[in-house]
């Protein structure tokens, strides 16, 4: 099932990813001043949806599975269920 975009932006810079623009807007993870992951969003209007191929990736690169990205992105996971799965993986402290 597709994303909107701007729904997984505004889902990253609410988990405190940091955006950095280039060719893509890549999102990256800084906890405690310490690199630990990143992602990127395509630009341009023909990338307004994010497509399943591109779900999967993009919730490997956050190491969770599609069901949780699609939980986050409704809702129904918060910041706290993100970073306890980052914790439970020792992503961070």
Known sequence: MPIERRDVERLLRMLGFAEQAGDHRWFVLYHQGR??????????????TIGEPMVRE????LRINRLFLYELV????????????????????
Not at 75 to 91: I, M, S
């Open 35 to 48: 690199f630990v992951l990143r992602t990127k969003t395509s630009r341009g209007t023909g990338h307004r």
């Open 58 to 61: 993009m919730a490997r690169e």
């Open 74 to 93: 409704d809702g129904a996971k918060t910041k706290d269920d993100y970073f306890a799965e980052l914790r439970r993986q020792g992503l961070i402290d």
